[in-house]
């Protein structure tokens, strides 16, 4: 077996007089030197539907609990008894532990590969969902902290799983098709546990009823997590051939390479920790939001807040086939954060229909994930993209749980609990956001070649040629970025990181435990 790994290593890197036998076997050596990457690049397209479906559906029970959550924030105010800061802490209960485990999710899949794994993380978001349904039965709040928690746990990680497995089968071609699909799918979820979650309420005359058809979603992400794992079993043979080399891969996978993470892949992580706090904050509140600032009721603020789904369910999918087509992804990012502006703007003082400022929140949320989400995956060597959606989830989750703990404080100290004061900390931010996508799109013009924006004939030649120095540098056993230079940069934002990291665990346990705090 090892002269095998010797002839495959030495005809690879050395010889360019192959036969076809010795030349499938060093291609297949090769594919397994990726820890499977290159296995799921280059399968035939029916594997890659079937990969396609059953991803797609892995973090749809996630989704829908997650929303169905926000959409109950006024009768679990009322049953279980808690303030607009109470209600914060248990919103972030799910994002605060999420702080850390994407990255070590994501280094995981770059070390090990994932297919097992996810079905280890859907149990962990099944169990959550159903302490949560009986915490709310029970009218617990500790309880309910506790399930979102264990929740909490898995809800991020199958994301970041889900995006790796994504980019990993699809980095070649048609990626930002594939992502704006699975946003699109992940928005569907939610739009429907936002949309049905006090309707269903109403219908069964028990508030605790969304929280368990959250649980039947997520046994049915289960099955489809098996059916995944059936499938890449199917696909990948031969383990007893290949072995040796997913343990020699592993070892070019450097931990310290993080800090020679390019420059820009830090923008992308800061843009991300500002836009997704904002965007998933805002959705926790929209329910209420739409009550308090224009007068309706639950049932129909419900209906009003689900429209900020709305749209990156149609446009996501059309928004990557335009990205894999033309490229644009900056100049998406900051329509992105024009839309964000304007909806803050109409929301927060002016008398038009709520639905408008949500539709317009809608496109915000359906332009930028997929813009910054696609980046990142061009943006870094393939042995590091699951490394690089991890920090990339990381900051959504620290960031997430900072502003919701402050969202709840500012409102709880604005007069009548109204929400001017958050509208406004909301538009702040969104304007900061803005002026470094600026920074973002003339940089990357600069140290990319406009690779970010470029189309898909000129970004397919510059990506090959990444493509092929990656896996030169493999076949020589050497990680992509041991070679490159130390980032200052780097090490400063890893330093904000954790300093951030830690404000978000102090305010989280602060307000858990004492409660609000006068200001």
Same mark, same amino acid.
């Given at each position: 077996?090892?002269?095998?790994? $010797? ?21 297949? @050596? ?115 902290? %506790?399930?979102?928690?264990? &929740? ?55 508030? @605790?009823?969304? &929280? ?7 046994? &049915? ?10 499938? @890449? ?26 800090? $020679? ?66 490229? &644009?992804? %900056? ?53 590091? %993209? ?22 709840? @404080? ?110």
């Amino acid at each position: 077996m090892e002269s095998i790994e $010797k002839d495959a290593d030495r005809l690879r890197c050395e010889t360019s007089d192959k036969t076809t036998t010795e030349s499938n076997m060093v291609t297949r @050596v090769i594919d397994y030197y990726s820890g499977g990457d290159a296995t799921f690049a280059q399968a035939s397209w029916r594997f890659k539907l079937i990969a396609l479906a059953t991803a797609l559906m892995l973090p749809v029970g996630s989704h829908f609990s997650g929303a169905a959550l926000g959409a109950m924030k006024a009768p679990m105010k009322e049953h279980l008894g808690i303030d607009n800061t109470h209600y914060g802490v248990l919103s972030s209960a799910v994002s605060i532990i999420n702080t850390v485990l994407p990255v070590v999710g994501g280094i995981f899949i770059d070390v090990f590969g994932s297919v097992w794994g996810t079905f280890a993380v859907n149990v962990c978001i099944i169990t959550g969902s159903i302490l949560t349904a009986l915490a709310a039965h029970f009218a617990s709040f500790p309880a309910m902290i %506790i399930g979102r928690v264990v &929740f909490g746990v898995g809800s991020n990680i199958i994301v970041t799983m889900q995006e790796t497995l994504l980019s990993k089968w699809f980095r070649t071609q048609s990626l930002s098709i594939v992502i704006g699909i699975q946003l699109a799918v992940s928005q569907l979820a939610s739009f429907l546990g936002t949309a049905v979650a006090n309707p269903i309420a109403q219908q069964t005359h028990d508030w @605790v009823w969304p &929280f368990w058809l959250s649980v039947i979603l997520c046994g &049915f992400s289960i099955a489809m997590n098996i059916a995944y794992a059936l499938m @890449v079993r199917k696909l990948i043979t031969g383990q007893d051939l290949t072995s040796k080399f997913d343990r020699k891969k592993k070892k070019t996978f450097e931990i310290q390479s993080v800090v $020679k993470f390019p420059v820009l892949f830090w923008l992308v992580i800061t843009i991300e920790f500002i836009y997704a706090a904002v965007w998933t904050s805002f959705q926790t509140i929209s329910t209420e939001l739409i009550q308090i600032r224009f007068g309706t009721t639950s049932v129909i603020a419900g209906y009003k807040a689900s429209a900020s789904v709305v749209v990156p369910i149609i446009a996501t999918p059309l928004l990557g086939l335009v990205m894999d087509m033309f490229g &644009f992804r %900056i100049c998406i990012l900051l329509f992105s954060s024009i839309f964000l502006i304007l909806s803050t703007s109409l929301l927060g003082w002016t008398d038009v229909d709520a639905l408008v400022g949500m539709l317009l929140y809608s496109m915000s949320l359906a332009f930028g994930p997929i813009a910054m989400i696609t980046s990142i995956g061009m943006i870094l060597p393939s042995d590091y %993209i699951g490394t690089g959606l991890g920090l990339y989830k990381a900051s959504n989750n620290v960031g997430t749980s900072i502003l919701d703990i402050v969202v709840g @404080v500012v409102q709880d100290h604005t007069h009548g609990q109204a929400y001017g004061g958050v509208i406004l900390l909301y538009l702040i931010l969104a304007a900061i956001g803005f002026i470094l996508i600026c920074i973002l799109l003339v940089s990357q013009r600069v140290s990319l070649a406009n690779l970010l924006e470029t189309g898909r004939q000129n970004r397919l030649q510059i990506m090959k040629r990444k493509y092929d120095n990656e896996l030169d540098l493999i076949c020589r056993g050497v990680g992509t970025l041991t070679n490159a230079s130390l980032q200052p940069v780097g090490i400063f934002f890893l330093a904000a990181f954790a300093c951030a990291l830690v404000v978000a665990w102090v305010l989280f346990f602060v307000y858990a435990i004492g409660g609000a705090v006068s200001l």
